[in-house]
Structure formats: structure tokens, C-alpha cells
């Protein structure tokens, strides 16, 4: 089941808002983590054992941390958060990468040992992380012990955010799970950020991910390099907005029930820098290597060779993260080159360059960087590149003013989309525009505040009966984050 399908919106959500919202507040996080698993084996019921498993593993060890830790027992307490830590490991490694693994040794010692062929847990990625985070979070002192065995397994199980992130760290929800307080404010602004995700999801990134899925499918010396760098642009914006849709929908879902997850983009297509870009693109996991990674290597503390090493670990990890398969792990060393040569002497270059020289150089290399993302065999990597430079079927043909005609108007709505001039256009109109809480109840005027509400609805009602109107027929609806 996923956000953007007509079960979710018309059945799911409004049946568990409906049982949610009727029952004692003590009854509530039963109710989240009965609902979430029961969202959970809609897809793989078989499955549901493995987060019941990782429930009960990291419930029982976190009440160890914090039973040595009290009795002033630290080897054993940190002996804990190990045991925890690879138990986690194993199970993300034994379902994820075991078949990756069989078929490297199989090709080279040319033995054939047989596949798993192991279907991959939806969100295993992403609920993997946050259990490690529990027990680290606990140790470090961050978090206290959750003593709540069904509280704990509404954090682990938690719908909103379990299948494609942003991966929520235990210490930033620690509170709100017990302590939380619904209010019409806050759910009034979960839907329509929840909206507003549905929107880029299924009417932004649905429709352009059609040109990325016609210009895979040519032959790369059939392939005129204009018509690969749309193609590939198209598969840019087709990320972003399936991702930070999807995050913006998990957001939305999470106000609705008085939590307050972080944000996981920050417009990362207006970046001046590589360093810049990973800074807004998907926070959330930039977040938990850095807390969980980095720092703990020693992070910027220890000199400049140890730095690079601490980078070059965090990004092969990064790579690894996203996929069994080679490209990926190429994908984060490419990204942890970048980086390094950043750090090294190229930031200060850029600080000096005119913006749109740093902007552009940031979006050729990021641009380079989900070529090999997107595409999983090496040669077809290797062949689309030299297509985007000319090597393939020259510079452009009828094909390629076709599909430029296609999709221009969209280009346009995507570019602008991707930044933050619609947010500046509307603080002009109306003042502070974004849809926050806290800024809510800063306006100005009586006046611009209920122009300001009266847009919104508008858009927001509107941008649900369109995406409504293209799901009731809609036959090509994929989440792409949904495979890590």
C-alpha cells in the first residue's frame, strides 16, 4: 500500500483517523502500531515477523543499556549497544546484500553457489537505522529507556515514515511519544503538507518520469545528446519530487498525530556546491551517519588525513546503503571523491566564482552523479554518459523537439518548483506563506492572514482533486525509494 493509491486515501488513513481520534489518548500508540503493522502486511504479511523481531531485540536492549549503565557497568552496557548493533546488521545484510554476495564470489571463482532469491523487506533500509538509533541514543544518555514495550513498537512500526523515511531518530521523538498533543492547528497544517506531498508525487514527478522511462528505453547509439541530458533531467526532477514528496506526505501524516518529524530537504537543486547539495538532500540519512558514523571516528577532530578517511568510510557507507548492486557503492565513492576534493581547495575556488558558475557546476556533477544512480549496469552507464557528449547520435533530432514540445511547459513548473520562488512570490503576496505552526500565528494583518488561508485552500483543495483525477486512471504510479 502506498500514500499515493485510492485505498490509502479513501480507506486506511480515514479509518485510522477515525479510531484514533475516538479512543483514550492512553489507547493511542496501541492503535499507531496496530495500524502500521497492519499497513505493513498489506505488501508482505510474512515480513511483519521481521519487525516484530527487531521490536523485541532492540526493546529488551535498550533496558539492558540502561540496567549496566546504572549499575555502572559501562564494558557491558557498550557490549549491549554492540550485541544490538549487529543484530541489526545481520538482518539488514542477510535479506539485502546475500544474494549480491553469492553472485560476486560465484563470478569469481566461476562456482555457482544458488541464489536466495530473498524478496527485500519494504523499509528495512530505513527501520533498520532508526532501531540502531535507540540503543546508541539510550547509551549516549540522548534518549531515556522506553519501558513501554507498544509504545516502542509504534515508534519502530510507525506508518507515516516506515517505508521510504525520513529515517527518525529515537531522540527526536522521544518525548512525543507519550507526551504528545493533538490539536486542530496542527492537523489542519498535516494535511495540507500532506497534500502538498501528494501533489509532487502523483502530478509532478508521475508525469515526468514518463520522458525518463521513454529515453532510457533508446539505444544509446541511437541517442542524440540533447535528448539524453532531457532524459536525464527528467529523471533529476522524477527523484526529487517522488522523494520529497513522499517525505513531505510522511510529515503531514506525522502532524496529524501530534508528532513532529525533522525536515528532509531543504531545496537541494538551488545548491552552489556539492558539499551544499548533500547538506539538503535527504537530510534525514546525512543526519544519522554524521551522528552515528562520522563523529564516532572521530569526525573533523583528529586531522585532516583522518578526515578524509572518516568521509571516505561515511560515503562508501552511504553507497552501500542504497543498493545491492555496484553502481550504487560507485555512486558514493563518486560523491565521497567530490566531497574530498571539495574540503581539500575546491570550496574556496567556488566561494570566489559568480553563483550561477558554483550553481552550474553543482548540477553538471550532480546530474553525472544519478546517471549512475538510475542506471544499474555499468556499460549502460558508460554509453549513456558518452551519449550526453555527443557520442552518441549527434546533437539532436525530430524525436528530440518532439519530446522538448512534450514536456517543456513542465520543465518550466519543475524548475521553479524546485526552488524557493514560489515560497518568496507568496511572502510577497501575503506575507509569511509557509504552512508552520509557529509562524501561524505571526501575521500581520487580520486581512493578509485570511487572504493568506483562503490561497491555500484554494490550491491545496485543488491540487487534491487533480491528483485525485489522475490516480482513478492512473496505470504508472512507482515509488523509487521504495527498493532501498
Not at 126 to 153: E, P
Not at 222 to 251: C, H, K, N, R, V
Not at 338 to 352: S, W
Request: proline share 3%; net charge positive; hydrophobic share 50%.
Amino acid at each position: 500500500m502506498v500514500f499515493s493509491s485510492l485505498l490509502f486515501l479513501f480507506r486506511f488513513l480515514p479509518i485510522i483517523l477515525f479510531i484514533y481520534f475516538i479512543v483514550p489518548k492512553r489507547f493511542r500508540n496501541a492503535i499507531l502500531f496496530l495500524f502500521s503493522l497492519i499497513f505493513y502486511a498489506w505488501g508482505e504479511p510474512i515480513y511483519v515477523v521481521l519487525m516484530l523481531f527487531s521490536t523485541v531485540v532492540d526493546y529488551t536492549h535498550g533496558i539492558l543499556v540502561e540496567k549496566f549503565k546504572n549499575e555502572g557497568q559501562i564494558k557491558k552496557a557498550k557490549m549491549v549497544v554492540a550485541s544490538s548493533m549487529t543484530i541489526n546488521l545481520l538482518l539488514l545484510g542477510f535479506f539485502k546484500y546475500s544474494d549480491f554476495i553469492i553472485q560476486n564470489i560465484n563470478q569469481l571463482f566461476k562456482i555457482s553457489i544458488p541464489l536466495l532469491n530473498l524478496a527485500l523487506p519494504i523499509g528495512i533500509s530505513f527501520y533498520t537505522f532508526q532501531t540502531m538509533s535507540y540503543t546508541v541514543d539510550v547509551y549516549r544518555g540522548q534518549a531515556k529507556v522506553q519501558k513501554n514495550i507498544i509504545s516502542f513498537g509504534a515508534y519502530v512500526a510507525l506508518f507515516p515514515q516506515l517505508i521510504a523515511g525520513p529515517i527518525v531518530q529515537y531522540k527526536t521523538i522521544d518525548n512525543q511519544l507519550n507526551n504528545r498533543k493533538e490539536n486542530f492547528d496542527q492537523f489542519s497544517y498535516g494535511v495540507m503538507r500532506f497534500l502538498s506531498g501528494l501533489g509532487k508525487k502523483v502530478l509532478l514527478a508521475n508525469n515526468i518520469g514518463l520522458l525518463w522511462d521513454t529515453v532510457q528505453k533508446i539505444p544509446s547509439m541511437e541517442l542524440p545528446a540533447l535528448t539524453a541530458w532531457l532524459g536525464i533531467t527528467a529523471y533529476a526532477f522524477q527523484i526529487y519530487f517522488d522523494f520529497s514528496g513522499y517525505s513531505d506526505m510522511a510529515i503531514g501524516l506525522g502532524h496529524m498525530f501530534g508528532f513532529r518529524f525533522l525536515e528532509n530537504f531543504q531545496y537541494p537543486y538551488m545548491s552552489k556546491s556539492i558539499t551544499e547539495f548533500w547538506r539538503r538532500w535527504h537530510i534525514s540519512l546525512g543526519s544519522w551517519f554524521r551522528d552515528y558514523v562520522y563523529i564516532p571516528l572521530g569526525g573533523n577532530r583528529k586531522g585532516l588525513p583522518l578526515q578524509i578517511r572518516n568521509i571516505a568510510v561515511v560515503w562508501l557507507l552511504t553507497g552501500i546503503w542504497h543498493g545491492a548492486s555496484w553502481n550504487f557503492l560507485f555512486w558514493g565513492v563518486y560523491f565521497g571523491i567530490l566531497l574530498i576534493v571539495e574540503k581539500l581547495f575546491f570550496l574556496k575556488i567556488l566561494n570566489r566564482l559568480p553563483k550561477i558558475f558554483s550553481h552550474l557546476y553543482a548540477l553538471f556533477f550532480i546530474w553525472i552523479g544519478w546517471v549512475i544512480f538510475a542506471l544499474e549496469d555499468f556499460g549502460k552507464v558508460g554509453e549513456f554518459l558518452k551519449a550526453m557528449f555527443g557520442g552518441g547520435a549527434g546533437f539532436a533530432n525530430t524525436s528530440t523537439w518532439y519530446l522538448l514540445s512534450n514536456y517543456g511547459l513542465i520543465f518550466l513548473i519543475l524548475i521553479a518548483a524546485c526552488t524557493d520562488f514560489p515560497k518568496r512570490i507568496t511572502i510577497r503576496l501575503f506575507g509569511n506563506s509557509e504552512w508552520n505552526l509557529a509562524e501561524e500565528k505571526e501575521e500581520k494583518t487580520i486581512i493578509k492572514q485570511k487572504l493568506r488561508i483562503a490561497a491555500s485552500s484554494i490550491f491545496i483543495v485543488t491540487i487534491f482533486l487533480l491528483s485525485v483525477a489522475y490516480l482513478v486512471d492512473a496505470s504508472y504510479n512507482p515509488f523509487l525509494y521504495f527498493r532501498f
